[in-house]
């Protein structure tokens, strides 16, 4: 996106990058030529029209951001895309929003079956060390831990969704049972 957007920005004369539009790409042993330009502007040439007076930048911006998250792969916790994230948690603590990041990706540093599949500080088991049952993953802690039902309970967590949907109170469900670091 960065490179068509500069790449439309080197078309304008008076740019001072223009002149590399203009440099005849070398061949490089048998490879067909390439250069930055030759693949941004095949980029741009797929962007359709702007309209109602949109900048160029902004509509490649819209365009290119549309294009990923309609091609996205679902999310791993949910097996479908996931919601589009609560405005609540704009009024969460920087900290408590990458802690929900984290746990919506199930690469959070404080689950045990993270530590072990990436072997941080030696971790043997990925077992939660709450029940010593199941491994400790997102769905474990908000959905399935026995010693978190009635945290559970009090802040209404029933759904891996609840990650995107319901911020604030998977935060509050959190602070009760999970020290944030």
């Known amino acids: 996106m960065i490179g068509a957007q500069f790449y439309t920005n080197t078309l304008d004369i008076s740019h001072p990058c223009h002149y590399t539009l203009q440099d005849p790409t ?7 030529p390439s250069s930055p330009a030759l693949y941004y502007s095949n980029i741009f040439r797929t962007i359709p029209p702007t309209t109602n007076n949109t900048p ?37 603590p920087r900290k408590i ?24 500080q030696n ?10 049952q199941e491994p400790d993953t997102t769905e474990h802690l908000l959905l399935n831990c026995p010693t978190l039902t009635h945290h559970r309970t009090l ?8 990650l995107w ?14 020290p944030f670091q």
């Open 26 to 32: 070398r061949h490089r042993l048998k490879t067909p």
């Open 97 to 120: 929003q990458i802690t929900l990041s984290r746990l919506r990706s199930g690469h959070h540093p404080n689950l045990q079956a993270y530590k072990h599949r990436f072997n941080i």
């Open 155 to 162: 802040h209404h967590i029933s759904s891996l969704r609840d």
């Open 56 to 92: 160029l930048i902004k509509h490649i911006h819209t365009i290119i951001t549309r294009n990923y998250l309609n091609t996205r792969q679902p999310n791993h916790l949910l097996n479908e895309q996931p919601p589009d994230i609560a405005n609540t948690q704009n009024t969460l």
């Open 165 to 178: 949907l319901r911020p604030a109170a998977v935060a509050e469900f959190l602070k009760a049972v999970w």
């Open 123 to 132: 971790t043997l088991s990925p077992i939660c060390q709450r029940c010593m």
